[in-house]
């Protein structure tokens, strides 16, 4: 490695450090402000407008999509297109959380009179707790950098990463009180590998009259009509009272037909596996290709917290899904 490469190594690291210790100071700076910010947000009977211009506002639209992703309805505005009609956007009810790493730009502090005549509540975050942004805000979140990664102490680096953060711990906080869960995640991400992780066996399984299902009386024949019908490989078997008891197979017809032994007016019942394999409707389908990878089929039965069958899933199904 030459002495240049190994300079480059050193000049990172010294931004890494920067950073570091920017995000050690905005931790140390959580306040009574901050639980202030967080009680306002809870109560909201409107929605979270995220207001922000340059760098600061790459900064807004993060944190808006944030809030926005984990259950709070949250959206940004561009301070400068505020000022030209999307001031319209904000009533009342809302609550407008102001960047400004100064405190003074121009095109978010020019929204700051309307914005208080309109009677939002305004949350700022900026690194002047004296600026014009602080003295009009009800809460003021204060981000202590004093020093950018930038060597000229101009460009928004380590500021931009304190205020991320900040805006990061506000949305988490958030979502832990209103018990945000993995099911309410998967509901507004359902599309992507995140969506895909998040699905439900409830989401996929067949159920209702897709689901293969004879009484134990019923014979062979019937049994192997049901299973044409549906085309799943298999069909339950279910007992005088209605619970699964086993189930029969494509591989199972087979095995009955390759023993030379065929009576199509057996009952089912002495055939069938006793134990079929099953889960949960409310376990996540990612769950049910671990269990048919370990089982090595490509059904479960699925049941709800009675433990009644209400469905099948087919690996198919979790494929077409785009999660096997």
């Known amino acids: 490695m030459t002495t240049d490469k190994q300079q480059w190594l050193k000049q990172a ?25 967080i009680a306002c947000i809870l109560g909201l009977q409107g929605r ?6 340059g760098k600061s506002g ?3 639209r993060k944190i808006a999509a944030t809030f926005a992703s984990t259950g709070t309805p949250a959206f940004f505005v561009h301070a400068a297109e505020a000022q030209h009609g999307d001031l319209g956007m904000i009533t009342a009810s809302d609550a407008v959380l102001a960047l400004s790493h100064s405190g003074e730009t121009d095109e978010v502090c020019g929204l700051l009179p ?7 509540t305004v949350i700022a975050i900026t690194g002047k707790p004296q600026s014009t942004l602080a003295t009009f805000a009800d809460i003021v979140l204060e981000v202590p950098v004093k020093e950018e990664a930038c060597p000229m ?16 711990a506000l949305a988490v906080v958030v979502l832990k ?51 044409s019908q549906h085309r ?19 591989g199972d017809l087979r095995r009955i037909l390759e023993s030379g032994h065929v009576d199509l007016h057996v009952e089912v019942s002495s ?54």
Do not use: W
């Open 153 to 168: 102490n101009l460009a928004p680096t380590a500021s931009t990463t304190a205020t991320l953060a900040l805006g990061d």
């Open 58 to 60: 790459i900064i807004a």
């Open 177 to 227: 009180q209103r018990g945000f869960r993995e099911e309410d995640f998967a509901r507004v991400h359902p599309a992507g590998s995140l969506g895909k992780k998040l699905i439900t066996v409830e989401e996929v399984m067949h159920s209702g009259d897709a689901l293969p299902m004879v009484n134990h009386s019923t014979c062979l024949k019937e049994a192997i009509m049901v299973m």
């Open 271 to 324: 055939l069938a596996h006793t134990h079929p394999r099953t889960i949960e409707a409310s376990h996540l389908a990612s769950e049910a290709v671990r269990r048919m990878e370990t089982y090595k089929v490509t059904t479960l039965f699925v049941t709800d917290t009675q433990l009644q069958v209400v469905g099948i899933v087919h690996l198919h199904d979790l494929l077409q899904a785009g999660i096997a």
């Open 114 to 120: 309307t914005i208080k005549r309109l009677g939002a």
């Open 48 to 53: 979270l407008v995220v207001v922000g211009m």
């Open 232 to 250: 799943l490989g298999v069909t339950g078997v279910q007992d005088s009272k209605g619970n699964l008891m086993g189930c029969i197979s494509d």
């Open 13 to 37: 690291e010294h931004v890494f450090e920067i950073e570091i210790n920017a995000l050690r100071a905005q931790q140390s700076c959580l306040n009574e402000a901050f639980t202030q910010a």
